[in-house]
T-cell receptor, first 113, second 111 residues
């Protein structure tokens, strides 16, 4: 299995809603990542989990809350988002400090209204 | 701030010609170098990786690395319309969890 699966593919939420994005991989990778990508911009790193522990938080606002329940799953909990948070949210996985590149999921297109 | 620079394009290349994409990086600790292809509205897809100075070929793709010049490039031979996409350069420091993307080059292959 060489896939990273993200759900949902599309999400529309109000500014007072609470929602979660989910990511799952079965490649035996022990590093997982959340990236945010705005239109015509490169992906920007948000969070890194290494061996199920948060190792990097790129000064992301607290309305984004990551969670790594086990080595295969990664969640991103969303609360009180702003319209400017609308973007493509990408999950990726890799070996920890490995030589190989990251494998990305297909992403969740988030719209905040 | 570690920077990765690419020509933003758009780069237009006739079908069947060679497309040349360039990338410079500032972090001398970078040891792995990746090229991702991203179609509009889709997620990045890894197409090439290179770790040593010189050339690495995979089908129609050739990656070139010059660590002394902090320069990495991607050549696409016999360009096809399906190669039209944004290409992202991503150097990585082996001791660092972070993969930082360049600004991306939008490539259009003209039939």
């Amino acid at each position: 299995d060489t896939e990273v699966t993200q759900t949902p593919k599309h999400l529309v939420m109000g500014m007072t809603n609470k929602k979660s994005l989910k990511c799952e991989q079965h490649m035996g990778h022990r590093a997982m990542y959340w990236y945010k990508q705005k239109a015509k911009k490169p992906p920007e790193l948000m969070f890194v989990y290494s061996y199920e522990k948060l190792s990097i938080n790129e000064s992301v606002p607290s309305r984004f809350s990551p969670e790594c329940p086990n080595s295969s799953l990664l969640n991103l909990h969303l609360h009180a988002l702003q319209p400017e948070d609308s973007a493509l949210y990408l999950c990726a996985s890799s070996q920890v400090r490995g030589w190989d590149g990251y494998t990305f999921g297909s992403g969740t297109r988030l719209t905040v209204v | 701030q570690k920077e990765v620079e690419q020509n933003s394009g758009p780069l237009s290349v006739p079908e069947g010609a060679i497309a040349s994409l360039n990338c410079t990086y500032s972090d001398r600790g970078s040891q792995s170098f990746f090229w991702y292809r991203q179609y509009s509205g889709k997620s990045p897809e890894l197409i090439m990786s290179i770790y040593s100075n010189g050339d690495k070929e995979d089908g129609r793709f050739t990656a070139q690395l010059n660590k002394a010049s902090q320069y990495v490039s991607l050549l696409i031979r016999d360009s096809q319309p399906s190669d039209s996409a944004t290409y992202l350069c991503a150097p990585k420091d082996f001791g660092n969890e972070k993969l930082t993307f360049g600004t991306g080059t939008r490539l259009t292959i003209i039939p």
